[in-house]
Every structure is written in C-alpha cells, then in structure tokens.
C-alpha cells in the first residue's frame, strides 16, 4: 500500500495517504515506533515519500545486509558515525573524475595525450600518470597517498595493456585510454532506480566495462560471498541503463539529458587498498542480473510491508557492530540506546 502512496504525485497525496504511510515506514515493525509521533513528522512526509520513489545501489545493498539500516538511513534518516575512509574515498573519487575530465571531450586535445604516448618506457608512463594524480588529490596524508598510488598503478596497468594491444595512435588513446563515461548520474523511470556509475571504459577488443572503486578494505570474510556481493553490485548498474527511459543528470545544475549507453558486457570492482587481489574482470551473466533484480524487488517488499527488522551480521572475524554507524547511535541491536527514551535522542541528517 505504501507504494502506491510513494508513487502517488505529491499535490493528490491526502491526510489520510501521509497517516497511512507513517504507520507502515515507522509503525509496522515497532522496531523504532515508540519514538515517532505522527503530529512530529508529519511535515517531513511529503519530502520522505518523494525521497523513496527510487532504489539506489545503496539502498539495494544495504537492504540485502540488514534492513534496519534502511529505515536508519533513508526512513528516520538518523546521524551515522561514518568511518574515515568514506570522506577519503570522495577525494579519490573527485581526483579520479577530474583526471579525465580535465582530459576535456577529446583527449587528443590534452598534453597528456602526447606525453601518454611518447613515455619511453614503463617507469615514465607510471610516474606520469602518477604526478598528473598527485596534482589533483587534495590532501597529502599517508593513506590517501598510497591509495593515489594504487589508482595510478591501476591505470598504468590498464593503459599499458591498451598500448600493448592496439598500439598508441592517437585514435586509440581517444577511444580506449579515455573512460567512455567517469562518475555517470542516472536517474532511470523505466525501472524507478537511480545512481552514480564510478567508470565505464572500452576495452582493448571494442566491449564495455563497468567499474566500481572501493576505497576501503575488502571484506574476505567469505570469498563465496565477496564474490555474489560484486557480481550484484556491479548488475544494479546494467539494470540501471537498462530501458526507454534513462536520463543522465548533470550534478551540477541537476538537468536531465535522456542517454543511452551500450549495454556493458563486463565488470570489476577495484579494491583500491588491495589491488592485486581485487582486480578480477567479470563477464555480467544473466544470473548476476537476476540477482540484483531480486534483491531490488525485496527491497520495493521492505518499503510496501514497513519490516525493516534488524539483521545482524556476525561472522567469526566480525560483527556488523564493528563496521555499521548506526551501532551506537540507534540500532536495536544496541542494548544501550533502546534504553533510552526519548525522541531527542536522535539526531536527524539534513
Ligand atoms: S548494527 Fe547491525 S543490526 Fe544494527 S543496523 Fe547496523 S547492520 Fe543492522
């Protein structure tokens, strides 16, 4: 029934859709429902059921790991005490992106086409790849120099392959080298799903590759499951070009172009903090695509029933208490905070 109501354009939603809402988002479950009042968060539910019109990588993810986290993040929308790696990885992401970017449309028009093409042998071509990287990252710590290095490591092993493949004319520089697309916004109404793509690049034998950087530490708890994670993660993004209606949204001014991308073939997600062992390409088979789609509809399940009951994850190495932000702050399986009782002790998120 919320569905419906999420879906309902805003100016027909009634007194009586918003109440109903409340009720399954923040009642149904009771998992948090003797801290919400409805006369409190009435005014918040226009933009809250707007908000969830889409599924995000995120929230597919975060669905399949344990739906309270969901309803902490994207429902109460409450404070997370998010590690240090999330705000090193936007830096990274922002130098990678400007990395070419800075390459404008053509990078036969840049200086580092030619200085790409005239290294004289591998070292050159790392150290150039390298210092045009260092340039761009904005801070100097140990841990975001090492993972600049990684990144640079990466590309040089890409580039180097390309060169090695199709030779260095400039064409090729300008169709291979170059990533066809760098951090894609999306916003698909074929399917309701919406998303920033990390890379899209052309590989030596003309397909499409999906990439997605992860700057924390893989988690090889279990490879079995690492590996049903990435092939996952890495389907929500063909799923997300997938249909008529696909619009590229420019993050600055927030316009919409309607696109279509060829659908890539291949994926890989690249553990920046373990490169070597991370970087395995995959074909995207239609199973992985099932996958995500299923993953998808349950999370669609979660916000049309309201259960969002914890899950928590313990492993021998681990328990998701170590890792989650929203341990301390609200989760039920926080003995301490669920005695607490009272409203003001959670801190919203603008
Ligand atoms: S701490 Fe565990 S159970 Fe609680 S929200 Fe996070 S992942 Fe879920």
Redesign the pocket.
């Known amino acids: 029934m919320s569905l419906k109501l999420i879906h309902k354009p805003r100016d027909e939603r009634t007194e009586s859709d918003l109440k109903c809402a409340f009720e399954i988002l923040f009642q149904a479950d009771g998992t948090v429902s003797r801290y919400f009042r409805y006369d409190e968060v009435r005014e918040r539910m226009n933009d809250l059921l707007d908000s969830l019109q889409m599924c995000s990588k995120s929230r597919m993810m975060s669905c399949d790991?344990?739906?309270?986290?969901v309803?902490?993040k994207y429902i109460v929308k409450a404070e997370q005490k998010l590690p240090e790696i999330a705000r090193i990885g936007k830096n990274l992401h922002f130098a990678g992106e400007t990395f070419w970017k800075r390459a404008n449309r053509s990078l036969t028009e840049d200086p580092l086409c030619d200085e790409l093409k005239n290294a004289r042998d591998d070292n050159e071509l790392y150290r150039i790849i390298l210092k045009r990287f260092f340039d761009l990252v904005p801070e100097r710590s140990k841990q975001i120099l090492d993972l600049a290095s990684s990144f640079a490591k990466f590309e040089f092993e890409r580039i180097s392959g390309i060169f090695g493949d199709l030779g260095k004319a400039k064409d090729v520089i300008d169709e291979f080298v170059k990533p066809v697309h760098c951090e894609l916004a999306i916003e698909n109404y074929s399917n309701d799903l919406m998303g920033i793509i990390d890379r899209i690049d052309r590989t030596s034998n003309g397909e499409y590759l999906l990439i997605e950087y992860k700057f924390g530490k893989p988690k090889y708890m279990d490879i079995n499951w690492q590996e049903r994670l990435i092939t996952k993660e890495i389907s929500f993004y063909k799923l997300l070009l997938d249909g008529n209606e696909v619009y590229e949204i420019e993050r600055d001014t927030f316009n919409a172009k309607k696109i279509s991308v060829r659908a890539p073939k291949y994926g890989a997600m690249i553990f920046f903090q373990d490169l070597q062992n991370s970087n395995m390409m995959f074909e995207i088979e239609r199973e992985h695509i099932e996958s995500a789609e299923k993953s998808v509809q349950s999370y669609w399940e979660r916000l049309n029933t309201g259960n969002f009951k914890?899950?928590?994850?313990f492993s021998k190495n681990s328990?998701?208490?170590d890792?989650?932000?929203?341990?301390d702050e609200?989760?039920?399986?926080?003995d301490e905070w669920k005695a607490v009782d009272a409203v003001g002790d959670i801190v919203w998120e603008d």
């Open positions: 790991l344990c739906p309270f986290s309803k902490c914890p899950k928590p994850l328990d998701c208490m890792w989650c932000g929203y341990y609200i989760c039920e399986h926080n």
